[in-house]
């Protein structure tokens, strides 16, 4: 059990509702997709081998779930929020306007975001930046020109790619994956195919430049899926020619429906992003609001819990279900443990 620390923030909550712990006894989270299956496993372990009730674990996105994090302290306000990318400074703001000034941020591992298709569909087989950013830019570079994207086909513009129309069912702007996307992916391939360059050229900005590339197309071939990855499945089984942007570990079991491209080379795999070979993977997330420590209870015990390593080390069952266990794991654990706030 934690140490009770009776901190300005655990007043703060205190005064918010002197019965929190009574009014509610469980450890209350949300956020992100790609989190939500490791903590569903976490949080359902946990309620079979603590004496405190099973935490409920809800979806939503890692914007929503830090919206709803950020919104204050006291019972009625979730404890933890998980995400599939770091908190933004923007964020954090909003957390301290709203009273929430000691946030802890727990890194659980590594993932990678993959692009698969349906397991008899089009041979999809290899991928680079520079394929993805053609298929999906409102403008692309054509003989040196920016131009409307003119492509309809894969193989319009890289012949080593089926001559099927393009669809792809890409992250909404409110998942955390949809940041990776955008920033390995997208921007890479802005860079890789010069549009980046002849932006600037063409009397833009760096930072307009910047943004211009991030840009997808809106005639129907770009599709944002604002569900979890079981709705990008979906689309995929009714669009044979769809390719879809899932997590690893979500593609993992689901190898029975879907087959996974390369992306510059690289097949995307557990020991692949282990090593960093495998170039769009991301870390993953969960943040505990620091004043529900001691209110809450066993909030503080589900942390500890979730990145111990018999959970989240390289034989535990978030790694095979997916999860790449951090190297730096024995240093999360400390963070946890002794409650160390972002910041400090």
């Not at 469980?26 to 976490?42: C, D, E, F, R």
């Not at 993805?132 to 790619?161: C, Q, R």
Request: charged residues 20%; negative net charge.
């Amino acid at each position: 059990m934690s140490i009770f620390k009776m901190t300005a923030s655990t007043l703060a909550i205190t005064a918010i509702s002197a019965t929190a712990a009574v009014a509610r006894d469980n450890v209350q989270v949300a956020g992100s997709s790609t989190v939500l299956p490791y903590a569903s496993i976490v949080a359902e372990a946990f309620g079979e081998n603590f004496d405190f009730p099973t935490p409920v674990v809800e979806s939503g996105g890692s914007s929503a779930g830090l919206k709803r994090f950020c919104e204050g302290v006291g019972e009625n306000t979730i404890d933890v929020a998980n995400a599939s990318r770091a908190i933004r400074e923007s964020e954090l703001a909003v957390c301290a306007e709203n009273g929430v000034t000691d946030v802890i941020e727990v890194r659980i591992g590594y993932d990678g975001i993959v692009f698969a298709s349906q397991l008899d569909g089009p041979d999809y087989v290899a991928f680079e930046p520079a394929d993805i950013f053609n298929a999906l830019a409102p403008k692309v570079l054509v003989d040196g020109e920016l131009v409307d994207n003119p492509y309809t086909m894969w193989s319009d513009f890289n012949a080593d790619l089926p001559a099927e129309e393009i669809l792809a069912f890409i992250p909404g702007t409110k998942h955390g994956t949809r940041e990776v996307f955008e920033e390995k992916v997208i921007a890479a391939g802005c860079e890789a195919t010069g549009a980046h360059d002849a932006m600037i050229a063409a009397g833009m900005s760096e930072d307009d430049a910047e943004d211009a590339c991030l840009a997808v197309r809106t005639d129907g071939l770009s599709v944002d899926i604002d569900g979890d990855y079981t709705e990008t499945l979906a689309r995929i089984d009714a669009n044979a020619n769809g390719i879809g942007v899932f997590g690893l570990a979500f593609y993992e079991n689901n190898t029975d429906k879907l087959k996974v491209a390369t992306m510059s080379g690289v097949e995307p795999s557990t020991e692949t992003i282990s090593t960093g070979e495998y170039p769009v993977s991301r870390p993953l997330y969960f943040y505990v609001k620091a004043a529900h420590i001691g209110v809450i209870p066993g909030l503080k015990e589900y942390a500890e819990f979730f990145v111990a390593d018999e959970i989240a080390g390289p034989d535990g069952p978030l790694s095979a279900y997916g999860l790449v266990s951090d190297p730096a794991l024995a240093d999360v654990q400390t963070t946890v443990m002794d409650e160390v706030t972002m910041g400090n």
